[in-house]
């Protein structure tokens, strides 16, 4: 009975993908950009970024579950997710949507811990999570949908901390978004062949006949706000913002060359949680030091 439960469980964690952590961590970076951007010395922030951890993956894990129910029948004509828990059967539509919605309970538990303003502006995004897994059925932009989605973390995280929107931390975002439409498009590239199959669009086959070109100008976007947003940032030196600016265009022109090279499209896209860490880091070096 007991190994039977466990079965179960890990059945429903792989389901939310909590087996393979990097989309948390990629929603949950933004987050901490907002927050860290320009932390508020009457705030937590340590108690903040914590709660806002717990929040990233259960909302993953949630979206992720309502991405398979959408795809439960593409998924199974798909190399790469013909495996996932619902594509197998493993378990019920109706346990699947249960568990779906026991996480965005818990994530309803997490946001009302905040001011009315983030409440507001997290929900506000939920209509565009819920309907993400449909835009590739009937656009070829399905990767400009996530970037909006996965980076609006860093309006939750800033709110947290602040009271009124400014031009960095909106540059912030945007640069976010750029970026997540990058690597994502790279990530993309996997199922190609598949998704021309089944009829499922998406960035990586709209730009397939120029994927360099394409792929640069959104590295190129993304570095351009991000630098931005550092310079029009009260914190920090003039000295750090530099090297802050350096710092992201080294990472972006490896990734690039990575892509360039058609180095692992996976590995690419996991070094991304590294690239959103980095981020992290030099925000905080930014502010404390």
């Not at 351009?224 to 265009?249: D, E, R, W």
Request: a positive charge; hydrophobic letters at 50%; aromatic letters at 18%.
């Amino acid at each position: 009975m007991f190994k039977r439960i466990i079965h179960k469980l890990m059945i429903l964690l792989e389901f939310g993908r909590y087996n393979y952590p990097t989309g948390a961590f990629l929603l949950l970076w933004p987050c901490f950009w907002g927050v860290l951007y320009q932390p508020n010395p009457n705030v937590p922030v340590l108690g903040t970024l914590f709660i806002l951890t717990i929040g990233a993956f259960v909302m993953r894990g949630a979206g992720c579950c309502i991405n398979d129910l959408f795809d439960r029948d593409i998924d199974k004509l798909v190399s790469r997710t013909k495996n996932r828990p619902l594509a197998q059967e493993k378990i019920s539509i109706k346990t699947a949507i249960l568990f779906t919605i026991f996480q965005l309970l818990i994530g309803l538990v997490i946001v009302i811990q905040f001011s009315a303003k983030v409440i507001f502006l997290s929900f506000l995004i939920i209509p565009l999570v819920i309907s993400y897994p449909l835009f590739k059925r009937f656009t070829n932009y399905p990767q400009v949908i996530l970037g909006v989605v996965f980076n609006w973390g860093v309006f939750v995280g800033f709110f947290s901390q602040n009271q009124s929107l400014n031009f960095g931390v909106t540059c912030l975002y945007l640069g976010g978004v750029f970026y997540t439409i990058a690597y994502d498009t790279i990530y993309g590239f996997q199922d190609i062949s598949d998704d021309k199959k089944v009829g499922v669009k998406s960035l990586s086959i709209r730009i397939e006949k120029n994927k360099n070109k394409f792929v640069l100008i959104l590295f190129l976007t993304s570095v351009f706000f991000f630098i931005i947003s550092f310079f029009q940032n009260v914190n920090g030196s003039i000295y750090f913002k530099i090297c802050s600016s350096l710092t992201i265009i080294l990472i972006f022109t490896i990734q690039f060359y990575a892509f360039y090279r058609e180095v692992s499209l996976k590995r690419i896209f996991d070094s991304s949680v590294i690239t959103g860490g980095i981020i992290s880091i030099l925000f905080v070096i930014q502010y404390y030091f």
